[in-house]
């Protein structure tokens, strides 16, 4: 009897052993990751400094609309053991939200609506031409601080945009590219890859971690920056294209007084970009789609042009015209140079060369930064100002023609600059400039107000195949006011965009343009 029992214990424990490995396997798969145990010590915090603290237990990133959520409520957790489940609605307040685990990422989203059967007076929902939207903001992961300027793409594709001031970001992609992925990306963090289809239809914001460098991967040295500016120099036949190429993209130039939109030009370009040779032949842009917005309200206040941005846009491109600031082979050389500090750019480690004029130069010159890759010496980045010490000299570089009543006075002007490889050759990516001013109404002592100009080109697509320069009467004239120009306007393909507030940033409709740029081909 004794022996019965024993084998029978045996051949139940065997069996438990068989299956509770299977158990435990069903329980690691799909939605039962929310069913996995983590531990909270009692916490009074915000729900978002919260659900961070569920990834940094879980490894798991989230993924919700901002505007379903609260990321500024104060919550209290008490201290408990909790399933990744509770733990989310114990932190949102909200057990009706969904949850879905996909890949590394958790979604939140709101409470399915109940189905219903179409009725024939039912009014389907409008398709948007089969585009979906992708929107949100980003910052940063520990301070919550909006992140300016920082690049999102599509992967593997030329699609992309940048966010404003405030880290808002918004692009309209059409439907094949809802099983694509995302990657977001800015300078001094790392970058974050999200899959399209996580995003759409929503607000998000989406946190960067800064990009920490391990001390031992980093050799400390001295580095005479002339010699990388050199370097940089001697490497331009290898690291950008020596064929020409045509590249498609976004043109916008404004006004804004006192903080009001007063004028926007907006433009889709072909530019013939001659190889980056020496004496290189001129760059050539021929127009394929214009529209121009004037505020009514402030029509009578468009009383200054600026010189042409798309002249600008094009000696921008600082490795084809090299500036003064780069002829650091001159011997009366008007610049100092500095070089002290290592940072990321796109997940490239680059030197930061830092260049002022001399105290003893008089004239309105250039200071600022230069990003210069530690192991190819391309040039990535550049930002840099007219020095705010001699701006007003520089007036004459700057207005084209003006009221004569009327006195312009520049007080800042900032170029950015960046570069980005493509079959691995260094293309012209982003140009913007910013131009403040001084108004002054001669003969009234309360005549004056702030004036704020600014132009940027976004590179959408690279053409290497059969370049040739367009023909004189294709071309452009770049050097003439562009708001100026005349142009045929296409409602078909404008049509779509007509809602987008003048003031709206370029961010918000480059990923629109960019998902048509197809449509201005021949």
Not at 19 to 32: I, Q
Not at 153 to 163: A, K, Q
Not at 267 to 289: G, M, T, W
Request: proline share 5%; hydrophobic share 40%.
């Amino acid at each position: 009897m004794k022996i019965m029992v024993r084998i029978f214990r045996f051949l139940f424990l065997c069996l438990w052993m068989l299956l509770f490995p299977a158990g435990l396997l069903r329980a690691e798969e799909g939605d039962d990751v929310l069913a996995r145990m983590i531990h909270f010590p009692k916490e009074k915090n915000t729900v978002y400094r919260l659900l961070d603290k569920v990834s940094e237990q879980t490894g798991f990133l989230f993924i919700y609309d901002s505007k379903l959520i609260d990321n500024e409520k104060t919550v209290h957790v008490p201290k408990g053991d909790y399933t990744i489940r509770q733990a989310i609605y114990l932190i949102v307040g909200n057990k009706k939200l969904n949850l879905r685990v996909i890949g590394d990422h958790i979604l939140i989203s709101g409470p399915q609506p109940v189905s219903q059967t179409a009725t024939p007076d039912t009014i389907p929902p409008k398709e948007t031409d089969s585009h979906f939207i992708v929107k949100g903001i980003l910052q940063d992961k520990q301070t919550n601080e909006p992140i300016e300027a920082g690049t999102i793409g599509v992967l593997n594709t030329s699609i992309g945009s940048i966010t404003n001031a405030n880290g808002e970001f918004r692009l309209t992609l059409p439907d094949s590219l809802r099983q694509s992925t995302l990657y977001f990306s800015h300078l001094g963090y790392e970058p974050h890859k999200i899959e399209t289809s996580l995003l759409a239809g929503q607000h998000t914001v989406i946190a960067l971690d800064a990009k920490m460098i391990p001390i031992q991967e980093v050799v400390v040295r001295i580095v005479n920056p002339l010699r990388l500016l050199h370097d940089m120099k001697e490497s331009i036949r290898k690291n950008y294209p020596q064929s020409p190429a045509y590249l498609t993209t976004f043109y916008r130039e404004g006004i804004e007084r006192k903080n009001k939109f007063v004028g926007l030009t907006e433009a889709v370009f072909k530019v013939y970009k001659s190889a980056y040779k020496h004496n290189p032949a001129p760059d050539q842009v021929k127009l394929l789609k214009m529209r121009r917005i004037i505020s009514q309200q402030e029509k009578d206040t468009l009383i200054a042009r600026m010189k042409s941005g798309i002249n600008a846009s094009l000696n921008l491109d600082l490795i084809k015209e090299l500036p003064d600031f780069l002829l650091t082979d001159e011997k009366a050389e008007p610049y100092m140079y500095a070089s002290t500090d290592i940072a990321v750019i796109d997940d490239r480690l680059a030197h930061v060369v830092y260049f002022d004029q001399k105290e003893n130069i008089n004239s309105a010159l250039y200071r600022g930064e230069l990003y210069i890759d530690t192991e190819n010496n391309a040039l990535l980045r550049a930002h840099f100002e007219i020095n705010p010490k001699h701006i007003k000299q520089a007036t004459g570089m700057l207005v084209e023609k003006k009221s004569r009543n009327l006195k312009i006075t520049p007080q800042k002007v900032t170029y950015t600059v960046t570069y980005k490889p493509y079959n691995g050759q260094y293309y012209i990516n982003h140009v913007r400039g910013d131009l403040f001013f001084k108004i002054k109404k001669r003969k009234q002592l309360f005549g004056t107000f702030p004036l704020h100009t600014w132009f940027e080109m976004v590179t959408c697509k690279i053409d290497t195949n059969q370049v040739s320069r367009f023909a004189r009467s294709e071309a452009l004239p770049t050097r003439t006011i562009f708001a100026e120009t005349q142009f045929a306007y296409d409602e078909k393909f404008w049509g779509n965009f007509n809602v987008i507030p003048p003031e709206e940033k370029l961010n918000e409709a480059i990923g629109k343009i960019s998902s048509k740029i197809e449509e201005t081909e021949e």
